[in-house]
Structures are given as C-alpha cells and as structure tokens.
C-alpha cells in the first residue's frame, strides 16, 4: 500500500500508524527505516519514539525535547513516557519532569497519567498515588510532616487535587503551619496558582488574593493566563502587567495578552515611555484578523475597515490548484458524504504534504477553488492560513445571502450578526452535526427548535424540518432574537447563551459592570470563550463587507455586568 500510493495522504497516515505500531512493539530497526518518509510528522508518539532512537543511535542530548513533548500530551500514552522512562534510567533526565507530568495528571483528573509517571520513578508508589487521588483531604488531613523530597511532592500531588475540587478548603490547608514551613516556594506557588486558576474559572472574587500568594516565575502556562483573567476582573492592572512579564516568550506573542499588556501599560499613572511601550505593542497585532487585532486597531484610535485586497490569482495559479490530486480526492470525498475524510485530505494537501506547507498564492488558489465548489469550510480555513495579505471575500463568504439578508432584517436582527454566527456554527455546511446532537448551519438543538418553532407560531413543526435549509435558518434566527431581547440587546452575553444555554451567561454575568472584552475573557468554559470572541469578530468584519463602511467592534461589546433590578425578564423560560 506504500509503494502503490506513494506520496498521498493516506500513504503518510498509514505510515503514522505503522510508525506507532513500531515503537510499541520496540522494532527500532523498521521504525528507523521508515521514519524519514513520514512526512506530515505531526504526532507527539512518534517524534518520541524517533528522539529515543537518536539517543539509543549516538547518545543524542535529546532530554528536553522529550520532557516538553510529554508535559503537552493529553494521555498516558506509551511513546513520550516510554523515552522519558529510558532518559530516567540513564540519567539524562530529571526526576522533576516526571513530578511535573504528575502534577498535570492530578490537576486535570487523569489519574492514570499520575500513575504513570510517579511509576517510572518508583512502581511501588503508585498504591500511594491512588490513595491521594481518592481522598486528597483524608491524607492531608493524616500527614503532618513533608521533610523528604518525595513527601513533598506527594503533599503537594494531594493538595492539587483537592484544589481542583475545592479551591477553597485547598487555601485552608496551605494556611497550615506545616505546610507553609515544609513545602518549597516552588511547591507553595504551584498550588497557589491551581487555587487561583480554580478560583478564576469560578469567578470567584478571591482569586487575585489567591494569585498573590505564588511567584510568577514557578506559575504553569495556564495559571498565569487565569491570574491575567482574574486580574481583569478585579480591574488590577499590575496584576496583568506582573503576570504577563512572568509567561515564556511565546505565550506572551499571543495577540490576548499582548492586548491587555498593551491595555495596563496604557492604565493611570503610567509613563511616557510605559505608554510608548503600550502603543509599539499595539501596532504589532493591529488587524482585521481576529478579536484583539481588531481590538488594537481601535485602541490606536483606528475603525476596523477592510484590507486591500490580495491581486487576483492567475489563470496559472488556478490550473495548479485543480490539478492537485490531493484537492481533487477530497472534493470526491465530500461529494460523496465522507466530509471528514475529504477535510482530512485537503488539509494535509495545504499544511503537510511539503514541509511549511503551501505559500500564499497557492493557498489563495485552494481557497478559490473550494469556494467556487461552494466548500465554504476548506474555502475559509484555507484563506486563513494567508500571511502576507487577506482576502476578505474568501474570508468571510456570504452563501444563501438573499435569505439572511431578508430573515434577519425581517425580526429586526443585524445580518452581520447572523453571517458571524453561522460562520463560527457550522461554516455554512447544511449538514453540519455536532457531537451533542445540533444540527444544520444554525446548529439547532431538537429541543431548541421545537421551542421556538412553539414560541413564533409553527405550530406544524416536525423535528425533521430542522435540516430544510430555510426552516433552520428560521428558527436559528429567532432564537437568537429571543436571546438578544432577553439579555437587552447584548451581543456578547446572547452570543454566550446561544452556545452554552441562556443559565450559563445569566450566571456569569453576575459580578463587577466590566468591559465585555474582559468578561468574554473570563468565561470558564474553553469552547465559549473562543465562540463569543469569534462571532463577535466575524460579525465586525461582515459589517464591513456588507456596508462598506469603517466599523467598531468596541460598540458590538459595550459593558457586562448584572441585570439590572427593575429590569423585566424578557425570555425566562429561554431553554
């Protein structure tokens, strides 16, 4: 199957498999041999396995790749662990990596991935892990000394659990004497920062206090993120600066926090060469590409326009592009109903199949190609990739744009709020289904739809009619109308409620009157976060296109905080 499909993307995933195969089963030899073929080489197992081969090869220092490819897998998977377990034995490898793979493993509950790495330092201690694991205030609660570094680390282990249930009584326990006294300033800080980062995505007002209790410097990634976001929420500008300073130097390129560094630099009582600072900042990310580059232009005192456009592709670029193989299998594919293997395919012919994947004109070539096929997922996707300019249309295509245009401004909706939300729900694929059952590109839930079809009079509605292109668009809107009237208009917060139920933002809104910018930042939940920040980025955009005119995304936000008390419940029983 190698030699007949040499070269495709199937060929290269078989190869993947095989490769992993290899390494489990210790055929170091076949793995070597056919390593070097594997093109896409995008798994973490497998770059493993090949790093443990260089070091079985020629004694290669490859200690610290290892360690950064196991602390970011998910699993307890065999490749990482298996070279950390071989790096351990010979010394070339710190016990501390380990300790810290626990550390991961307890804070997000996977207790086979503490096990796991606790077990490569000494399989006897895995009983006490399990023990820890089960009852973390139980064995606190028992163990009153830490002096041995490994008791440390266990106590350590059992006080991030318990952080992660409780970050409360987690607080309780680190203001014991023996605890404050026994355990490091590293270990004292790390579970400060699982306190804090618990607390944030509680909303909780203690989670700065919580924050100022860790050094930045002994702080995880995703610990200094929650403490930027918690620090947002209480308006403590510091906070954010002192925070931001401590993330790596690719954490802190990230346009969120190079935004809201920009944002303290800029807050009361700051320099002239502070503020300097804020605006070189600023211009580094100022765009039209997503939420904070949008954000930093109008900062800079700009509205978000559209760019120039890129020149147009020529009658060369678009015969490449059609006679790519790989494009045309998987537009096969998905005009045949195997969408994510045709998706699968065409994202490796455009990042994988040559190292760097496509440039630019090749990209915008692809992206044509799939928008003239009406693909309007790969036509997206693949214009994103574009560096050195953006192509606005491709970006942001209007499909089925009279029936839109007419249902939105027929409730009274902003058709450029429609188009961002579609775009981000289903990237206009009528068959788009979710894995908890929404369907169609509104993304309506069965549940959803029969409500409001009740509420707006269809009262012949049949679940069916949910993937009749116009029903879903007639009730997808409607509900978002609905959400927008019961949260007064706001944008952020019906977002939210269109993606994680109209409870959740009712909830989250409770707290300090905020910039909607930073309360979408503190949403706890990963996937709605990115929603909102998305739609309402899209929606800016589209207003452009459709208007031709400047807009503001800073008017789209406006402020968050709690409803206010004469005001009427709109929408109470909104599902």
Request: proline share 5%; with cysteine; net charge neutral.
């Amino acid at each position: 199957f190698l030699r007949t499909y040499a070269g495709t993307y199937q060929e290269d995933r078989l190869r993947n498999d095989w490769l992993l195969l290899l390494g489990e089963v210790r055929d170091w030899a076949t793995f070597m041999a056919e390593y070097p073929s594997f093109r896409m080489n995008d798994d973490r197992e497998v770059r493993c396995y090949a790093l443990l081969t260089d070091f079985n090869a020629t004694g290669a220092d490859v200690a610290a790749q290892v360690a950064d490819l196991w602390l970011q897998q998910r699993d307890a998977d065999d490749g990482c662990a298996h070279a950390a377990e071989i790096l351990l034995k010979a010394r070339k490898m710190k016990p501390e990596v380990a300790w810290q793979r626990a550390r991961i493993g307890m804070e997000t509950g996977r207790l086979s991935v503490v096990t796991q790495a606790v077990g490569l330092l000494n399989p006897d201690w895995t009983n006490k892990i399990k023990t820890i694991f089960s009852g973390p205030g139980r064995y606190l609660d028992e163990k009153h000394t830490a002096l041995l570094p490994r008791t440390k680390e266990f106590v350590t282990l059992g006080l991030i659990r318990l952080a992660a249930s409780d970050p409360v009584e987690a607080a309780e326990q680190m203001g014991r004497l023996r605890w404050r006294t026994q355990l490091t300033q590293e270990e004292r800080s790390y579970v400060w920062g699982v306190i804090g980062k618990r607390a944030a995505q509680r909303l909780s007002d203690d989670a700065s206090g919580y924050f100022a209790n860790a050094q930045d410097q002994y702080l995880a990634d995703e610990h200094l993120e929650w403490k930027v976001r918690a620090a947002l929420r209480a308006g403590n500008w510091k906070q954010v600066l002192d925070a931001t300073a401590a993330m790596n130097d690719t954490l802190r390129q990230d346009p969120a926090w190079v935004y809201w560094r920009a944002r303290a630099l800029k807050s009361d009582g700051r320099s002239a060469a502070e503020r300097a600072q804020a605006t070189a900042l600023l211009e580094s990310i100022a765009s039209v590409r997503g939420f904070y580059e949008q954000l930093a232009l109008e900062e800079l005192g700009r509205s978000i326009s559209l760019p120039e456009a890129p020149a147009p592709t020529t009658e060369q670029e678009k015969a490449e592009a059609r006679r790519n193989p790989a494009l045309a299998r998987s537009h096969h594919a998905i005009r045949i109903g195997l969408r994510s293997e045709g998706d699968r395919e065409w994202n490796y012919a455009v990042r994988l199949h040559e190292p760097g994947g496509m440039d630019d004109r090749r990209l915008l070539a692809a992206a044509e190609l799939a928008c003239e096929r009406e693909d309007w997922k790969n036509c997206i996707n693949t214009s994103e990739r574009t560096r050195a300019f953006i192509a606005m249309e491709q970006r942001f295509p209007m499909p089925l744009h009279d029936a839109v245009i007419a249902r939105a401004r027929e409730i009274g909706l902003d058709p450029s709020y429609v188009y961002g939300l579609i775009r981000q729900e289903s990237r206009f694929l009528m068959d788009a289904r979710s894995g908890v059952g929404a369907s169609g590109l509104m993304q309506v839930m069965p549940a959803t739809a029969r409500w409001t079809a009740r509420k707006i009079g269809m009262d012949d509605f049949k679940s069916h009619q949910i993937y009749d292109r116009d029903t879903n668009i007639t009730i997808g809107t409607a509900y978002l109308k609905l959400a927008l009237d019961d949260f007064a208009g706001s944008m952020p917060l019906a977002a939210a409620a269109y993606n994680a139920g109209p409870g959740r933002p009712r909830s989250w809104r409770n707290g300090p009157v905020i910039e909607a910018a930073a309360w979408a930042e503190n949403i706890p939940f990963n996937e709605t976060r990115d929603y909102v920040k998305k739609v309402l980025s899209n929606t800016t955009n589209y207003a452009a296109l459709i208007t031709g005119k400047p807009q503001s995304l800073k008017s789209r936000l406006g402020m968050v905080g709690p409803r206010p008390a004469a005001a009427p419940d709109v929408n109470k029983d909104l599902p």
